[in-house]
């Protein structure tokens, strides 16, 4: 179980440093064809259009690379891995929400993890065989943002643990 949670952190420092020198070669770059670009592109979904440029701008670096670029977030290292208070968890991209605080469990990973979406259709699955695993990927039903995978060695009642990235989510608190 140890060496598990070690290879997931050296896993998740060679992929977010992977994300950090491309990007500050290639998509932070300050001048390039598209940097005053409006356009939309990107279009992930029938109904909603991301725009690159505008996203660059609002999301931090961390938040662009792991939703738009799949990177991971360390563990233990991030926004709401601890996080206790009642509330709800929203795509940070376009505001859907995907899971609530009552789903959400320790599963001492290091990560935000869920036993369950709030809704069954806010996420969606892709099957993804990069870094020599097999995992499966989970996006934001919405606007196609990578959040993490989900595992099924979660607790009951669905058995599947939502590994998240705190910077695919924004935790909205309970009024
Ligand atoms: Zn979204």
Request: aromatic share 10%; with cysteine; hydrophobic share 30%.
């Amino acid at each position: 179980m140890k060496k598990m949670f070690i290879l997931g952190f050296v896993i998740a420092s060679i992929v977010l440093f992977g994300c950090s020198a491309r990007s500050g070669m290639t998509f932070f770059g300050e001048k390039g064809p598209a940097a005053d670009s409006t356009k939309s592109e990107n279009q992930t979904d029938s109904t909603y259009m991301i725009n690159k440029e505008e996203l660059k701008k609002r999301l931090s670096e961390e938040s662009f690379c792991v939703t738009q670029l799949g990177a991971t977030e360390r563990p233990f290292d991030n926004k709401y891995w601890n996080n206790h208070e009642d509330g709800t968890y929203h795509c940070i991209v376009c505001g859907q929400e995907l899971f609530g605080s009552d789903t959400k469990y320790e599963s001492g990973s290091g990560w935000p993890s869920f036993f369950k979406p709030a809704k069954n259709d806010a996420v969606k699955e892709e099957s993804d065989n990069t870094l020599g695993m097999k995992r499966t990927e989970i996006l934001c039903s919405k606007c196609g943002a990578h959040l993490g995978h989900v595992f099924d060695d979660g607790p009951e009642p669905t058995g599947l643990r939502y590994c998240m990235n705190s910077a695919s989510l924004e935790f909205r608190k309970k009024e």
